[in-house]
Nanobody, 116 residues
């Protein structure tokens, strides 16, 4: 059974930091391109950061460059997103996504709220 389980979301003040985690199981994690998405209330889901393989290319949404870092551990089957200098516009449900060819999986999401 394929599972992506996100954790680490919280309420944080502007300028604060959070580390999101995504635990993957039920598929060959190392073969999949992994991404983080987020969705704010009333808005479409948008890609935040993506990573192909260990040491591979990382892609970031322009607004998070220099503040967020995506990483993965192919031994532990984990995906991470280190988020620093958080801003109110980073608020939203953050989702873990796995893609390999025509296969695609989503987690249930974890809420990040940036507010003073």
């Amino acid at each position: 059974q394929v599972q992506l389980v996100e954790s680490g979301g919280d309420l944080v003040q502007p300028g604060g930091s959070l580390r999101l985690s995504c635990a993957a199981s039920g598929f060959t994690f190392s073969r999949f391109t992994m991404r983080w998405y987020r969705q704010a209330p009333g808005k479409e889901r948008e890609m935040v950061a993506g990573m192909l393989l260990i040491g591979g290319r990382r892609d970031y949404r322009e607004s998070v460059k220099g503040r967020f870092t995506i990483s993965r551990d192919n031994v532990k089957n984990m995906l991470y997103l280190q988020m620093n200098d958080l801003k109110p516009e980073d608020t939203g449900v953050h989702y873990c996504n796995a893609v390999y060819g025509s296969l695609g999986y989503w987690g249930q999401g974890t809420q990040v709220t940036v507010s003073s």
